[in-house]
Every structure is written in C-alpha cells, then in structure tokens.
C-alpha cells in the first residue's frame, strides 16, 4: 500500500474560515488516510458534514471525539447528552464508513508498517491540577477565582455516570483492556483528543485549564503499549515533541484568531507515516 496516514484535529468547523480550510483537505494519493482527532464542531448536524466530507476524499477516516463533540449546545436539535450523545456519534460514524474507538483498530500497512491504529476516547479527570492544589475542589476553585473554566463545565454532561471523572476511569479500563488485547509484535498510533501525558500542558498560558487536558491514568500508555507516535489535539498548540523516545504530533487547526497570528494559509494535515508522493 502507497499513501500517507495524515492526521489534523480541532477544526472547528463553526466558524467559517475554518469550513473554508476543511473544504480544502485533500489526499495526495488515492490511498491516504486521515485521523481526526476531536473538536470536529459542536452541532450534530456539522460534525455529520464534516466527516461526510472527509471520508468521501480520503481511502480510511479515524476518528476520536473530542469535548466539543460531547456537549449538549442549547442551540444543537440533538439533545442528547453523555453517553448517550457519545454512542449517537459512534452510530453516526458507522453509518458514513468512518472508523471510531468502539470499532476494530485498523491496521496501517503503508509505509511505516504495519502499524495498529488505535483511536482512543478516555476523557479527563482533573488530575492534572492547577499548580499548588492536592485536590480537585482545590484545583477547581483556583481555575474558577482566575476566571479560567472550560465550557465542559456547563456543556459535557457525563451522564449515566455521578461525573467526568467516573466517566473518565470507565473509558480507562475499558481501553486498557482493548490495547491489552492488541497483536503485541505490532508497534501502535495512539490517537486521542487529550493528551496521554502532562508534559504538552507545562506552555499553556493559563496552567489552572490543564485540569480538562487529561489523565495521569494514561501517562504511561505510549511505552507500554509500542507506540511509535502518539496523536492529540485540544491545547490548539500544533508542535511535535517526544517523550519516552516516542513522538507526540499536537494536530490541532484552532480558531481563526490562533491561526491567524501564525502568519500565511494554515496547512492542518500532519503527515504521521509515509512519505510525500
């Protein structure tokens, strides 16, 4: 197999300069793929256009939800929340061919290969807390008095679960157990919205917000389970680092106002494996 595995997040597609850079995502080969790793939009409806659109260019579309995909916007006819909302997407993504982390993890035989795919969705559980708090209330508060508090708090209900956090450690162990079961002569690709590790957090402006980036629960996951790339978006910081030897690819678009001050027409897609045609 020829092509690239390319991968992007956070497009954001509620914003019309950025329907306009989604509108122009192509392959270079009829056999690329493409993650998308979360933040597609908030509205039902515009996440369900936008992926329509991908897959329809691209050979295989992964995709992970991110937090804006899980909220219940008051403006979006689909009401539902949690879990529910969650499985709704997954159902919306088998019905339009785009691979999600309830279905097998694809295996990338392009070159880099073989390498398992694994789209994970594990959420976050306010470990990574504000500097100099022990607990979450703690963290919590010193976010709220800086006037720094994700819309999670408002949009992403965790429903059936008390809150994010139990939320968050059932994705762990049902995750944990997928990766557990993968071929463990093959190397991976983790690709999920948060990253697996804090350390992509230390840069934000405001560090009270690394409290909805992720979990220590995973801060291992990229050694234990072979990977030879870890994908995230959600901090809208595009960069890549390594950690543990391994690298992490931060894929995210951003909003108009982030991309605009780099200067020049943004070009999301990162090439994860393969080589340019």
């Known amino acids: 197999m020829t092509g690239s595995l390319f991968a992007v997040s956070d497009l954001h597609v509620s914003y019309a300069e950025n329907r306009r850079i989604v509108d122009g995502l192509r392959p270079e080969t009829d056999d690329d793929w493409l993650i998308v790793a979360g933040d597609v939009g908030e509205l039902f409806g515009s996440v369900e256009r936008a992926l329509r659109q991908l897959r329809d260019r691209f050979a295989t579309v992964v995709w992970v939800p991110g937090?804006?995909?899980?909220?219940?916007?008051?403006?979006?006819?689909?009401?539902?929340?949690?879990?529910?909302?969650?499985?709704?997407?997954?159902?919306?993504?088998?019905d339009i061919g785009v691979l999600t982390p309830e279905?097998?993890?694809p295996v990338w035989l392009g070159e880099g290969g073989p390498v398992i795919v694994a789209p994970l969705f594990q959420l976050?559980?306010?470990?990574?807390?504000?500097?100099?708090?022990?607990?979450?209330?703690?963290?919590?508060?010193?976010?709220y008095k800086a006037g720094v508090v994700c819309t999670d708090e408002m949009m992403l209900h965790p429903d059936p679960y008390p809150d994010r956090e139990s939320w968050c450690w059932a994705r762990i162990a049902e995750t944990e157990r997928r990766l557990a079961a993968t071929d463990p002569a093959l190397p991976t690709v983790l690709v999920s919205h948060w990253p697996l590790v804090r350390e992509p957090t230390d840069v934000l402006w405001y560090p009270e917000f690394?409290?909805?980036?992720?979990?220590?629960?995973?801060?291992d996951w990229h050694v234990r389970h072979r990977a030879v790339a870890a994908v995230y978006g959600h901090l809208h910081i595009p960069r890549t680092t390594h950690h543990d030897g391994v690298r992490f690819e931060e894929v995210s678009l951003g909003y108009p106002r982030e991309w605009g001050r780099r200067g020049?027409?943004?070009?999301p897609m990162r090439r994860i494996l393969g080589a340019a045609s």
């Open 103 to 105: 279905d097998d993890y």
């Open 67 to 94: 937090n804006h995909e899980l909220w219940t916007h008051p403006s979006d006819p689909v009401t539902l929340r949690g879990r529910d909302r969650y499985d709704a997407l997954v159902g919306l993504c088998r």
């Open 124 to 143: 976050y559980d306010y470990s990574f807390r504000a500097p100099g708090t022990s607990t979450k209330e703690e963290s919590l508060r010193r976010a």
């Open 210 to 219: 690394a409290q909805w980036c992720g979990t220590d629960r995973t801060a």
């Open 264 to 267: 020049g027409e943004p070009r």
